[in-house]
Nanobody, 125 residues
Framework: QVQLAESGGGLVQAGGSLRLSCAASARTFSDYAMAWFRQAPGKERDVVAAINWSGGSTYYTDSVKGRATIARDNAKNALYLQMNSLKPEDTAVYYC??????????????????WGQGTQVTVSS
């Protein structure tokens, strides 16, 4: 069983930046592919970015390309999402997710077995 805990959300003005963190309790964090998802009110939960076990392969949804960076520190059991040039449409609850895999990243929420409780990001215009 893996426990994930997000932090770093908050209220930020449009154009600002946030760094989200996800702390994992996994014994071997490097065995897990990870991702960030977000869910805005009344909308489905969608992938923002995903990363493979080593950090060598990443994915970004089109709406955040060039503004977001996903990274991981396997020695610290940590996942990060740096978001820059934030827009009001980035407002959502952000979740980190994980699944045991040594073969790439995954972009569907149904492919992940472990989830954090979420952290709210609100971008004001």
């Amino acid at each position: 069983q893996v426990q994930l805990a997000e932090s770093g959300g908050g209220l930020v003005q449009a154009g600002g930046s946030l760094r989200l963190s996800c702390a994992a309790s996994a014994r071997t964090f490097s065995d897990y592919a990870m991702a960030w998802f977000r869910q805005a009110p009344g909308k489905e939960r969608d992938v923002v970015a995903a990363i493979n076990w080593s950090g060598g392969s990443t994915y970004y949804t089109d709406s955040v390309k060039g503004r977001a960076t996903i990274a991981r520190d396997n020695a610290k059991n940590a996942l990060y999402l740096q978001m820059n040039s934030l827009k009001p449409e980035d407002t959502a609850v952000y979740y980190c997710a994980g699944r045991r895999s040594l073969s790439g990243y995954y972009t569907s929420e149904y492919q992940y077995d472990f989830w954090g409780q979420g952290t709210q990001v609100t971008v004001s215009s």
